[in-house]
């Protein structure tokens, strides 16, 4: 059973990376995360979101991330605010809101009995079928979500590097 | 399929506009195109409403959709119209992106208006909203507009995630991603918890007291035809799927949350009406204006019934008229070019002196937005009024009437600013003879329609089948 | 010929969309024709139908021409259609013809000025709201004629505003209007709820048939709808708009005055009559509070210097006897004196207008005098205006309807009659001191002629309000009831005549005013008056000479407790205390829209937070 | 291999927490994108439970729907907050006030 070590990996270096102080470091933990993720997913029978959890998400989005964190060049001052910043006070009424969302959705959730039914590998090969028979209009839609923000960042971005 | 052209129309010319991009940047050219893609869409709506009735698992293609499709797909004609004069003023800002970000956010309101399924409900909703981003940061010369953007951008994703958490809540509960399946899941916990998420989200979308706390701050920091853009479509689109959800069977609200959906209403109408009376700022007011609409909307479809059906569709329609001349006066008066928009009420002093034309259209939107005849908004507040009435919803109703009370000094307030007698403000750079044209459409039916709204309803009543 | 009765709002309109349309791009003069002639082609037309009417009347007294379904409920409907009856046919006769010469003289007064194309647009706009108003056969028509009536007197008000001060003083009446409309909105979706139309007739018809008089709702509505009426009349207590409303140009305020707007109260009263018997104790309240309104305005008329205002308090008393008529039942009396007080009240209007464009718009009657060698046109003009609202018998239709209609209140009231009688003898007083201050006495310098398009206005309005009165005389002046029996069928047969020492008294009244403010004037009180602006109560006291113990009993304590009053109104404190309650929950909540994208997190956590829980839990 | 269902979906519901309460607390824009992201991924990884537990591909598919959207909008935040970072030389959102109401 390595799903319980996965989870628990990925909540601690997810509770580290929110509550670092340096941008870079918070990253890199949660690019652990989110191999850990990629691990719970793979237990979960999902194979084919696990790989892409690590292809896109760690390898790409997060490192895009990491580019622009970089490009922005932190100083000491910088770390000395981030400081302030995250002093335990600021965490008190964040911390009690979602601790009250938390207990009533863990209250809801786990008070459901849903039907007794063994859970079900989906596997690569269910996912393409899906995908590219009865739900290929949702790929097109995903391609037009992509462009939307490919034009949006194109634009936007034009100025910045001029 | 036949039924889904205008959707297959929009999508044909993204890529034709992006063709006509890359071979040669022109913005009167990405204008036309995107123009001329919007009335070609809106003309495949009559064919594909005859088509043959088809069951597709992915689109409702009723005649309501067709009906919101319309409004939507008008909507954006006028705004690339719109858009077209606006942007002429920025000499260094290339407009080609606003005309294609206008054209994939239109089909994105339109997949999500029609959406069957949390699958394209999420695919549409996201890819609005994304391409609205773009469009409200659009002016890279104004830092406002960037924090606009982000503001929006960040606190949108905070409610897709409650959105999305809550489906997925509902697909545990029900094993199904089917808009009809999720809602009408058995009553276990689980499913009204999923379903109280997904309330957040859309709360957000329609930005609803408490979830309206961003609307001012996005509003003003848009440009103008953004700031019409975000005013009218998502939430038309919203309303889309609510009505749809609302409409189907099994679909009932608990009591519970009908009485939750009532202090919001009751909330949005005063909080939107309150916060909008000493502002200086137009776009703001706009914005609290809209917090104070969606509030009465929520009375008529809390109303259900025929009565609140026709009256939520004939209500939409007449919010989004109203909205795009308001929007469109400030959007002509302005200069993209500017630090800013034409966008305070010292902006607006004098108007009837300098613009007298200006002045009159948008002392005929206030008028509608304040509920006063002959504008159509009258006619509407009308018919959610009755809605309200006939389900014996008093107390909703007179908090509807206490706010309106508040609105109507703001609204008035504000004509008399431009009644003021001034010095005639400098004339906005840059002809506009777009967005003239599209101010002239509009408020000719908001007053056409106020006077004789008999075939409007009609045609509502119809599409509702 | 009836069916073109839609052409009678529909010119002025037109009239108005294309003067806005055109604006500025047209010639002044052109701007000029097409906002007179447009009313005077409706004032034609008005004419005409009149004349087919009285030749020959249609069935029932009544036509009614539906144009077009205006909105359709399962349990409501509105059909727009216009209704001529009686009533409405003197209304638009009024309306149109009067307001045709108040164009008439404002294409001269408004000469050179900034935006001379838009007022005529929105003048037209006013009389075309006005006669929808009146015409309408459906109580949510009429009231978009009210709205648009309220809407054209901002914006024609606010024509001369400066920047600076008139926030305060629009707010303060834009407040009270509101009010007012809104008490009359929610009578009017009672009367919808109730049954299910806002057809006048029908509405009469069910609320007679459904309800006993006396009973509650009747009450309740005819409250409601009063206070609308009490609102855009000016009465008591939501008379405090009328003196803000003096800032328009002269010409607007003789259309505001005269022809349209304040006349709006009394219309709906006579209109709706049937749902008012119905509600006795509102009649009471009515009369009652047009006692009070009638008191109250000659007591302030007393005292102002800006002739304007003078002629606003005026206003607002003649009004208050209309209603005084309304409050005792005397339809028909009421309707011949709002008649008649729109042609002399025009009159006033146009020659006080005619005489301050020959002194750089002065309106202080302090700095005026002896203008009656220098203006003799304008002094006979205002001299008729005057002896019209004075009611000095015999002379002008001021006396004939005033007699009338105290004559009808004498019979249900004698007290009330009373009140009538001490407002005629203050107004004597208070019009006949604004014409011995400003045309005799020291004379100023003045120059300049009148063109045709002042001198025709005035000649007309004086000589029909030397004339009108001689349709309805009393028995010792030959009994004429010609204008009663036109209203006959809509409202009844004429009321009685009053005896004669009752007529006696109320034809002494007036001329005794008159000669006390003759007396004033000889002995220059009232100058010393209006030099003395801070103890202007005391001065008031010492230039008593020996009428100081009847000033005390008629002037003094009610001119104390009216400077109290408005002094700190206490309905405008209520209205006050609502505004100061929306300002400070605005207050409170915009400071959560501080900006901060963490703090705009929170509050959708917040929110979402309690939603979700409150859905949950329940 | 398969789990119950409580468990990833209980996995979730923590993450979605941890990253909503530093949305709510953190101040710096770096930080808040990514508890957006870590908001996102969570409910996949629900959308995900949900599919094996019925055993259906509708829940992967929403997957990488939500994925797909992460990554737009990672792209499109992060141009905005360099922008944001160019004018006003920090990346505290507390400090974009350009837009309030000035009182």
Redesign the interface.
């Given at each position: 059973m390595i799903f319980w070590p996965a989870a628990l990996l990925a909540v601690v270096t997810t509770a580290i990376a929110v509550t670092g102080k340096n941008p870079v470091h918070a990253l890199l933990w949660f690019v652990i995360s989110l191999l850990a993720m990629a691990v719970v997913f793979f237990e979960l029978g999902a194979a084919f979101a696990a790989a892409l959890e690590v292809i896109v998400y760690a390898g790409a989005i997060v490192v895009l991330f990491l580019f622009v964190v970089m490009m922005l060049s932190l100083d000491k001052a910088a770390a000395l605010r981030e400081e302030s910043w995250t002093k335990g006070p600021v965490w008190l009424l964040p911390v009690g809101f979602t601790g009250m969302l938390g207990v009533a959705l863990a209250w809801q959730m786990l008070n459901t009995a849903l039907p007794a039914r063994p859970g079900r590998a989906v596997l690569p090969a269910a996912v393409g079928l899906k995908l590219f028979s009865t739900d290929f209009l949702a790929v097109e839609m995903a391609s037009l979500l992509l462009l939307a923000g490919l034009v949006a960042a194109f634009h936007l971005a034009r100025e910045a590097q001029k | 399929m036949i039924q889904a052209a205008p959707l297959a129309v929009q999508g044909i010319f993204v890529a034709v506009l992006l063709a006509a991009v890359a071979i040669r940047r022109s913005a009167p050219l990405a204008a036309a195109v995107t123009g001329v893609g919007f009335v070609a869409a809106l003309c495949t709506i009559p064919a594909a409403m005859h088509g043959a009735a088809i069951a597709g698992e992915q689109f409702d293609l009723s005649g309501a959709t067709y009906g919101f499709w319309a409004v939507i797909l008008s909507v954006g004609f006028l705004l690339s119209v719109m858009g077209s004069g606006y942007w002429r003023g920025a000499k260094n800002l290339p407009a080609e992106e606003f005309f294609i970000l206008l054209l994939v956010a239109t089909l994105g309101a339109c997949v999500l208006a029609a959406a069957k399924d949390v699958l394209f409900l999420f695919l549409g909703l996201e890819t609005m909203t994304l391409a609205m981003i773009g469009m409200i940061a659009y002016p890279r010369h104004r830092p406002e507009a960037a924090e606009a953007g982000i503001k929006y951008l960040i606190l949108s994703a905070m409610s897709s995630a409650f959105l999305l958490f809550g489906f997925g809540l509902l697909e545990l509960a029900t094993g199904s991603l089917g808009l009809a399946d999720v809602l009408a899941a058995p009553n276990t916990p689980m499913a009204v918890a999923g379903l109280a998420m997904v309330g957040v989200a859309a709360g957000f979308k329609l930005s609803v007291v408490p979830f309206h706390i961003w609307v001012p701050d996005v509003y003003a920091g848009a440009p103008a035809p953004s700031g019409a853009f975000l005013a009218v479509v998502p939430k038309l689109a919203v309303l889309a799927v609510i009505l749809r959800a609302t409409g189907l069977p099994g679909a009932a609200l608990a009591p519970g949350a009908l009485h939750v959906v009532s202090v919001v209403a009751a909330l949005s109408m005063l909080a939107g009406n309150l916060l909008a009376l000493q502002q200086q700022n137009v776009k703001r007011i706009l914005g609290f204006s809209s917090i104070a609409h969606l509030g009465y909307l929520l009375v008529a479809i809390l109303a259900a019934g025929e009565v609140g059906r026709v009256a939520v569709v004939f209500y939409a329609v007449t919010y989004a008229l109203t909205m795009v001349a308001a929007f469109g006066v400030l959007a002509v008066l302005s200069n993209a070019g500017a630090a800013r928009d034409a966008e305070t009420i010292a902006d607006l002093r004098g108007l009837f002196w300098s613009r007298p034309g200006l002045a009159a259209v948008m002392t005929l939107a206030l008028l509608s937005l304040a509920g006063m005849p002959p504008a159509i908004g009258f006619i509407a507040k009308m018919y959610i009024f009755a809605a309200g009435v006939h389900q014996e919803l008093w107390w909703l109703v007179g908090t509807m009437i206490a706010s309106s009370v508040i609105g109507l000094f703001y609204y008035l307030s504000m004509i008399l600013a431009m009644a003021q007698r001034q010095a005639p403000a400098p004339a906005a750079a840059g002809m506009q003879a777009g967005g003239r044209l599209v101010l002239g459409v509009v408020s000719l039916a908001v007053l056409v329609l106020g006077v004789a709204p008999e075939p409007l309803i009609a045609l509502v009543k119809a599409m509702l089948g | 010929m009836m069916r073109d009765i839609w052409l009678v709002p529909a010119l002025p309109l037109a009239g108005a969309v294309l003067l806005?349309?055109l604006?500025?791009k047209i010639p002044a003069r052109l701007a000029a024709v097409i906002g007179a002639s447009s009313v005077g082609l409706a004032a034609a037309l008005a004419i005409r139908i009149a004349l087919l009417w009285f030749a020959a009347p249609p069935p029932g007294d009544a036509f009614l021409l539906p144009l077009?379904?205006?909105?359709?409920?399962?349990?409501?409907s509105a059909v727009?259609g216009l209704l001529i009856d009686p009533v409405s046919l003197v209304l638009i006769l009024v309306i149109s013809v009067i307001g045709f010469f108040i164009h008439l003289f404002s294409a001269e007064y408004m000469e050179g000025e900034?935006?001379y194309a838009?007022y005529f647009a929105y003048l037209n706009l006013f009389v075309a709201s006005m006669l929808l108003l009146v015409l309408a056969n459906d109580l949510?028509v009429m009231?978009?004629g009210w709205?648009?009536v309220g809407?054209c007197s901002?914006?024609l008000v606010?024509?001369?505003?400066?920047?600076e001060n008139?926030g305060e003083a629009?707010?303060k009446s834009?407040i009270v209007t509101?009010v007012a409309d809104?008490a009359m909105l929610?009578g009017i979706?009672i009367l919808a709820?109730r049954f299910g139309t806002l057809d006048i007739s029908t509405v009469l018809h069910g609320a007679v048939s459904a309800w006993p008089p006396g009973s509650f709702w009747p009450a309740v509505v005819a409250g409601l709808l009063l206070v609308g009426g009490l609102g855009k009349s000016a009465q008591v207590p939501l008379q405090t708009w009328l003196p803000d409303a003096m800032a328009g140009p002269t010409p607007v305020s003789a259309l505001i005055h005269a022809a349209t707007m304040v006349t709006a109260g009394v219309y709906l009263v006579v209109r709706l009559h049937v749902l008012f018997l119905l509600a006795p104790a509102v009649l009471h309240g009515i009369a009652l509070g047009a006692a009070l309104t009638v008191l109250l305005a000659a007591c302030a008329g007393l005292v102002q210097s800006d002739i304007k205002r003078v002629l606003a308090y005026s206003t607002m008393g003649q009004i208050g006897y209309m209603f005084l008529g309304l409050g005792v039942g005397a339809w028909g009396a009421a309707m011949f004196h709002l008649a008649s007080h729109a042609i002399f009240k025009a009159l006033l209007f146009l020659s006080s207008g005619a005489v301050s464009m020959r002194l750089h718009h002065e309106q202080n009657i302090f700095a005026m005098g002896g203008l009656r060698t220098k203006l003799p046109l304008a002094f006979a003009a205002f001299l008729v205006g005057a002896l019209c609202l004075a009611a000095v018998p015999v002379v002008g239709c001021g006396f004939f309807s005033k007699e009338f209609l105290l004559g009808a209140v004498w019979a249900q009231n004698p007290l009330l009659w009373g009140v009538g009688i001490l407002g005629a003898f203050l107004t004597g007083v208070y019009i006949f001191r604004a014409v011995f201050t400003v045309f005799f006495g020291a004379s100023v310098d003045v120059s300049g002629a009148y063109g045709v398009r002042v001198i025709l206005p005035l000649t007309v309005l004086a000589l029909a309000a030397l004339g009108f009165g001689w349709l309805q005389t009393p028995d010792f002046l030959g009994g004429a009831n010609i204008f009663s029996n036109v209203l006959a069928p809509a409202l009844g047969g004429a009321a009685t005549d009053a005896s004669w020492p009752v007529a006696l008294i109320g034809m002494a009244a007036p001329l005794a005013g008159i000669g006390l403010a003759y007396a004033l004037h000889q002995n220059g009180f009232w100058r010393r008056q209006g030099a003395a602006s801070p103890g202007l109560f005391v001065r008031f006291l010492q230039g008593g000479m020996g009428f100081d113990a009847l000033y005390r009993a008629i002037f003094v304590k009610p001119f104390l407790w009216t400077v109290r009053v408005l002094k700190d109104d206490p309905v405008d404190q209520v209205f006050q205390l609502l505004q100061r309650a929306?300002?400070g929950?605005?207050?409170r909540?915009?400071?959560?829209?501080?900006?901060?994208?963490?703090?705009?997190?929170?509050?959708?956590?917040?929110?979402?937070?309690?939603?979700?829980?409150?859905?949950?839990?329940? | 291999m398969i789990v119950s269902w409580q468990a990833p979906a209980s996995l979730a519901l923590i993450l979605f927490l941890l990253g909503l309460a530093a949305l709510l607390a953190r101040r710096n824009l770096v930080f808040v994108l990514m508890s957006v992201e870590i908001m996102l991924n969570a409910a996949g990884l629900l959308f995900i439970a949900a599919g094996m537990r019925w055993g259906t591909p509708d829940g992967q598919i929403m997957f990488i729907a939500v994925l797909n959207l992460a990554g737009a909008e990672l792209a499109v935040g992060l141009i905005l907050l360099l922008r944001l970072r160019g004018r006003l030389t920090t990346l505290d959102g507390d400090a974009a006030v350009l837009l309030r109401d000035s009182s």
């Open positions: - | - | 806005g349309l604006g500025g077009w379904t205006w909105i359709t409920l399962p349990k409501f727009v900034n935006g838009r949510l009231f978009v709205e648009g809407v901002y914006l606010g024509f001369w505003f400066e920047e008139n629009a707010q834009f509101r809104i929610i979706l709820l929306a300002v929950l605005h207050k909540l915009r400071e959560e829209q501080n900006g901060k994208l963490r703090r705009y997190a929170g509050w959708m956590m917040a929110g979402s937070l309690a939603t979700i829980l409150a859905v949950v839990f329940s | -």
